[in-house]
């Protein structure tokens, strides 16, 4: 790849000491500016709007009614929740990019028991068996591709993968087996009658047992990797498998016990989007979460605390730019293109706290 | 670093003049963009009389400009589903002076829901969602909101709801698929009687009963010129995908099928049948810039009837029907125009003959006389029409001599396999 004439490069990269909080805080602050600049010529060039008019709907579609905060605060909710049911995994260098897959197998056993046994069995004994499967299935679902890679190394990344495809066109079947009207390909809201097997509204909040939920896991999980064994097993593990060995951890049953907690919480995620949201299964039920929600991971650097506020700023912008979409009659690809900016430039701040550019000084050479 | 600053500079100021030359252009098109929020403030003042002239002159009449309709769509213009809701949705609003709101990209989820409660919040005075798995999410919302009319696109449960704000609707677009068939048919006569087989193909989507109502209406519209042809239908198993629509098309004429038609809305089929050079019946409109060579018509529904009749109801105050379901006479079946360079000669003058025919019912689409089912003539059909889990029959179809298809509720209900058609996959 090196070019004939063995020039040095114009820059080269380099890692750095972290800076000091402020400094961190600085450059991520100037990476919104700058995105916030860069997305305002992009929208003010190709649509002709006022990108301060653009940004203000983007506020008000997000948080501008009551309702719009309470469809936030769930969506962030659901988002952090496959976060950080993935974050276990992660922390161990197990790239599970099956969420996707275990939240929907959790979900449809959610829907499965809903259906089957809704009306048939008292409503807690439904919920329990509801919640039960949803765990089961989804820590089944996490602990297929942990045994292989514990047994063979078979690659967890393209396991985890498959596993999503499995799931879906699991789900993409029995949907149509079971769609109402016949053959239409949708089950529809299960129980929208009895209303048997979903969560109950508190207070006249349909989402709060819901924030509840994944609040507690959230603080569990929290205190699960930086305060117990099991979460320093599995920072050993991660950092290295033979020291982890050689220090006396199982490292294949710390793996495989991982794996089967991500998995149980990506089911309990299916849970509460069948139970408490959707009241019905399809293939769109995780909504392509199972994989934004590992940028959410990565941008909080594995800390499921700073997750709420990167699962925030990701759900905000989603709603956001639907709005702009709605608002200004704008095709949906250019929400996207606004969200894509601001998520390039706040992962790209990352990029400028870890390393540095060197540029190269004119005339004197530098040994690579 | 220097040069690092320097670039940032310079960023900052093209940054900050192009603020300043935004401020001036942003002025006109915010006002432009933001004409639905001034509407609505517009009529919480009610101070300025209406600008449109055509307003019913009646005491207990509202104003159009007071009312709002928003539209809930799957995807966005970029689905010639969506597009085609759409369109009639922007007319409809227009012709009627009416606000109009949108949600584009909505999914078949609870945010469908959340988007239509987000819409009454907007002060929408209707709700229409555009899709088929909107509905139970619509009937949710509609149960919620009980001053706001909730409609929706070829849905199955409003005629057993009992719930006065929520309708479904659908058209005979059979009848269109009928006359698309005719036209199909004349242009089979031409290749059989140069020496072709009268086979012709179809690619569906599920084996549901809209699908499986309109190949047959189509199938018996290419009868109706060519008595001896028979049909193949593959299923693709997804109302949209491109690739497996035009895998689907390639299986049919591979098997020897000379024309085609498709129920699935991507160009798949169409664009299929181009490079093969064989002829193609579309659907939702018309794809002869793609395809030049191949297309011969298509037929679609315009939901602009419909919506101007939703919106005209609300402005009198009159109740609007559960079920309602557009016809040719409403202007809600329509077909595109004929390209001329492969139907064959004098298709539009016999499409206007079959046209008036289905008009005044001289000819019906399910005529039992022009059907068999296993051989033996089919006399009666008990139709799923009431949606239940069990799929229960519940409602006898045939009577005098035809089957009732979008009688007994808008949505098709057809779902019988005829002879001459054999289908080479099941998708349900």
Redesign the interface.
């Known amino acids: 790849m090196n070019s004939k004439t063995h020039k040095d490069p114009l820059f080269h990269i380099s890692r750095k000491d972290p800076p000091v909080w402020w400094k961190r805080f600085g450059i991520r602050i100037i990476a919104v500016i ?1 995105a916030l ?1 860069l997305a ?2 992009v929208t ?1 060039l190709l ?7 653009v940004y203000l709907t983007m506020i008000d579609g997000a948080v501008g ?1 009551k ?2 905060v309470w ?1 936030l605060i769930q969506k962030t909710a659901m988002l952090l929740i496959i976060a950080v049911a993935i974050t276990p995994a992660f922390r161990m260098r197990f790239w599970n990019i099956g969420a996707e897959g275990q939240v929907l197998i959790g979900g449809f056993a959610t829907a499965v028991v809903m259906l089957k046994l809704g009306g048939k069995v008292p409503t807690p004994v439904l919920f329990i068996i509801m919640v039960v499967s949803a765990i089961a299935a989804g820590a089944v679902w996490g602990f297929i591709p942990a045994f292989f890679k514990a047994k063979s190394n078979t690659n967890e990344t393209l396991f985890t993968l498959m596993m999503n495809y499995v799931a879906i066109q699991l789900i ?1 079947y029995f949907v ?11 089950i ?2 299960i129980n ?1 009658k009895t209303q048997e097997g979903w969560i109950p509204s508190v207070g006249g909040n349909a989402y709060l047992v819901n924030v509840i939920v994944v609040a507690a896991i959230t603080i569990a999980i929290a205190i699960y990797l930086n305060r117990t064994k099991h979460g320093y097993e599995i920072a050993v593990v991660g950092d290295s498998q033979n020291t982890a060995r050689y220090i006396g951890i199982d490292v294949k049953k710390v793996i495989i016990r991982t794996m089967l907690l991500s998995g149980a919480i990506c089911g309990i995620a299916g849970f509460l989007l069948v139970s408490g ?4 299964i ?1 293939k ?2 995780a ?1 392509g979460n199972g994989f934004t929600a590992i940028m959410v991971a990565w941008l909080a650097k594995f800390n499921p605390l700073w997750m709420i506020l990167t699962a925030f700023i990701i759900c905000f912008l989603q709603k956001g730019a ?1 709005e702009i ?5 704008l ?3 250019f929400a996207d293109i606004i969200t894509g900016i601001i998520i390039f430039f706040i992962v790209g701040s990352e990029f400028f706290i870890d390393y540095k ?1 060197v ?1 190269r000084k004119s005339g004197k050479e530098v040994a690579a | ?1 220097k ?2 600053v320097s670039m940032l500079l310079a ?2 100021m ?2 900050s003049l ?2 300043c030359g ?2 001036q ?3 006109e ?2 006002v432009e ?2 004409v ?2 001034a509407a609505v403030e517009k009529a919480v003042a009610d101070t300025t009389p209406a600008k449109d002239t055509e307003v019913v002159e009646s005491e207990d009449a509202m104003d159009p400009s007071d009312l709002t309709f928003g539209f809930i769509f799957l995807h ?3 689905s010639t589903y969506d597009r085609n809701f759409m369109e009639g949705a922007k007319a409809a609003c227009e012709n009627k002076g009416v606000n109009y ?5 909505i ?4 945010e469908c829901y ?1 988007a239509a ?2 819409l009454v ?1 907007r002060g929408a005075d209707i709700v229409f969602a555009d899709s ?2 909107h ?3 619509i ?2 919302a509609a149960q919620e909101f009980p001053e706001v009319e909730f409609a929706h696109a070829t849905g ?1 449960m409003a005629h057993t709801e009992n719930l006065p704000n929520f309708h479904n609707a659908f058209a005979d677009i059979y009848q269109g698929r009928y006359l698309a068939g005719v036209a199909a048919g004349m242009k089979l006569k031409e290749l059989v009687d140069a020496g072709a087989e009268p086979k012709v193909g179809y690619v569906g989507a ?6 499986i109502s309109g190949y047959t209406a189509w199938f018996l519209g290419v009868r109706s010129i060519v008595p001896e042809a028979t049909m193949e239908v593959q299923f693709t ?1 997804s ?1 949209y995908d491109e690739a497996l629509e035009k895998e689907a098309a390639q299986t049919l004429i591979n098997n020897g099928a000379v024309l085609l038609s498709q129920h699935a809305d991507s160009m798949g089929a169409p664009t299929a049948c181009e490079e093969a050079g064989i002829p193609d019946v579309s659907y939702n409109g018309s794809t002869i810039d793609a395809c030049p060579n191949t297309f011969i018509v298509s037929s679609r529904i315009d939901w602009t009837p419909y919506f101007e009749y939703l919106i005209d109801c609300v402005l009198n105050g009159q109740a609007i029907p559960a079920d309602w379901c557009g016809s040719i006479e409403t202007g809600s079946v329509v077909l595109t125009d004929v390209n001329s360079n492969v139907a064959v000669a004098g298709t539009d003058e016999k499409l206007a003959e079959v046209e008036a025919g289905l008009i005044d019912g001289s000819i019906k689409v399910f005529d039992c006389n022009n059907m068999t089912v296993e051989g033996k003539p089919l006399d009666s059909y008990m139709a ?1 029409v009431d ?3 069990n ?1 229960e029959k519940d409602t006898e179809a045939i009577s005098d001599g035809y089957f009732h298809e979008s009688e007994y509720r808008s949505a098709p209900y057809f ?1 019988v396999m005829i002879d001459g058609i054999t289908t080479l996959n099941a ?2």
């Open positions: 700058l600049v305002g010529i003010l649509t002709k709007l006022n990108p301060i008019d009614t309702r719009r469809a993409g149509l087996e079971w769609s109402v009207p016949k053959g239409s390909g949708q529809g809201i929208q949201q959707d009241h019905t399809t769109d039920t909504g639907g979409a709605t608002m200004f009659n095709n949906l690809a550019i540029f | 670093m040069k690092f960023l900052v093209v940054v192009a603020a935004g401020s252009t942003s002025a098109s915010a963009e933001a639905v929020e966005d213009e970029n709101l949108e949600k584009v990209g999914p078949e989820t609870n959340e409660a987000d919040d088929f798995g509905e139970s999410f009937l949710q199955t599920f084996t549901y009963a809209e699908v198993g109302w799923d949606t239940d889990p799929y779902d998708m349900f």
